[in-house]
């Protein structure tokens, strides 16, 4: 295989080849994988017939044909047989003989990253409620609970029942405003280098024991990954939380897989139009039925929940972990596999430390 072909198949972003009549002359293997059809069905054929835009871009591309520039088209949809409209940003450059190289970037990949710094704002806006809950309603509710329990002494039959109905749905409210504290908390990441297998290990130790006894946990992990810059406690935190949404989600019986990898090429987008670099992936996949698609834009949202009990902060608050360690968190479902992808900075090397 020449280089340019390796390049060709190893370039992560969906791309394709077009001749100058608008037809499809080769896609990449990422393409493939976005159309859902190889690049043998899709050769050949028009572009506009082939993808289906939301959006009629012929004029566009046929501007950018004429003045030979590039094109960029942000947040297109496109359809895909069976599936749900994906959002996408488009790049359209000018490459030899009339033909342009279309690049595409589902907006999936970076919808997420707005949620983080959302989760901020709302972790400001929530902390001043949680300790006027925390003041004004745990007091009241320990009494409350005191007394339903001194009652309930004297109490037979349905009485009985009551006062314990009293006693459990005041200690439930009393461990949701605790979750609310726990989110409202603004402290910040105490990072060091932090090995990601170790944290992995006991958040799986952990699940085994209590809310994934019930399930299979499969390893799937890259030996060679670099230490993370990050903290600890609070990673292992997002990680046993999701690792209990997996549970649930997946059921008795059911299988989670925790995997790693490095994306060398992985970077955040950033205001200043810098990319930080994220090359640590950690994904938790679960073979449950996945996210309701009217859901899955919110879910990093708090009090936003798919579960009939949900508190919906699990989630958000590992929205505002992630964002604390300037990284990423990110989901995809589908039925049968739901995968949540946190993407971390490495530690630093020493020389980077001394300077």
Known sequence: MKDADKLWASLPLPAL???????????????????????????????????????????????????????????VGLARSGRALERCDLQLAPYEAARMLLLITPLAQVSNLPKGRRAKTAARSVIGMAEMLAHEIKNPLAGITGAAQLLSMGLRGDDLELTDLIVAESRRIVKLLEQ??????????????????????????????GVGADVQIIEEYDPSLPEAWADADQLLQVLLNLLKNAAEAAGAGGVIRLRTSYEHGFRLRTEDGLGRPLPLQIEVIDNGRGIAPDMIDDIFEPFVSGRENGTGLGLALTAKIMAAHEGWVSVRSEPGATVFRLSLPRAPRATEKES
């Open 180 to 209: 609310v504290e726990e989110f409202g908390n603004l402290s910040p990441p105490e990072r060091a280098p932090v090995n990601l297998h170790d944290v992995l290990d006991r958040a799986r130790r952990s699940a085994q024991l």
């Open 17 to 75: 080849l077009i001749g100058a009549d608008d037809r499809i002359e080769a896609v990449n293997p990422a393409a493939e994988q976005l159309l859902m059809g190889s690049e043998k069905s899709l050769a050949g054929k028009p572009l506009f017939e082939a993808v289906s835009f939301e959006n009629a871009l012929n004029e566009a591309f046929e501007r950018a044909r004429r003045e030979d520039a590039p094109l960029f088209v942000r947040d």
